[in-house]
């Protein structure tokens, strides 16, 4: 899993039938001291985070287990919300 | 998940007899306010997706997620048609970009 920040919503109304009513959210990625890693992604939203938020999310296939049963075609998934990092080189909360 | 651009259609009539039927869209990746990147990837549409429209492109085994694609050889699936992002570029943001990415 990686922790990103979430920073805006898409929407979509013409969308795959299994992803109605889901939230997707626009996440930048970040690394565990807080700094921007990367460009921003897409993510299904599982854990009602809101814009400002620092998420854990899973890629790859495994972004789809919070779905099963059924077929949702995602790769990326807010699996958590992240109030306070632990690391050797900076502790923070996030909020 | 990705978002991107239709901008054409692979047509291909020898193909693997799963992917018979499948329409292959071809997506060229975007930023956040579309303007496009260099890079693309051939998508199978299970929206109906047409050339010029903003899309969600999922990858990798998940593409395998939908009914039209279960168990099939396909590892990008265009899953909606964008209609609008909103993006806060909080200042927080800026912050976190001045922080070292290596300590």
């Known amino acids: 899993m990686n922790l990103g920040r979430v920073i805006g919503n898409l929407w979509a109304t013409r969308k795959y039938p299994a992803l109605k009513g889901r939230r997707m959210l626009i996440v930048q990625p970040l690394t565990f001291t807080g700094a921007q890693a990367g460009s921003p992604l897409i993510a299904l939203d599982t854990v009602d985070a809101g814009e400002g938020d620092v998420v854990l999310y899973a890629t790859a296939s495994e972004a789809a287990i919070p779905f099963h049963p059924g077929l949702t075609p995602t790769d990326a998934t807010i699996v958590g919300i992240a109030e306070r990092i632990d690391h050797r080189d900076r502790s923070w909360h996030t909020a | ?103």
């Open chain 2, 1 to 103: 998940m990705i978002l991107g651009k239709v901008v054409g259609t692979v047509w291909a009539t020898r193909k693997d007899e799963q992917l018979v039927g499948m329409k292959l869209q071809i997506v060229q990746q975007v930023e956040l306010d579309y303007a496009l990147k260099s890079n693309f990837v051939v998508a199978v549409d299970s929206v109906g997706a047409g050339v010029g429209e903003i899309v969600l492109v999922a990858q990798g085994s998940s593409a395998r997620q939908t009914a039209q694609t279960h168990n099939k050889p396909v590892d990008a699936v265009i899953i909606a048609i964008v209609d609008k992002l909103d993006v806060s570029q909080a200042p927080l943001l800026q912050e976190e970009q001045e922080e070292p990415t290596e300590a």
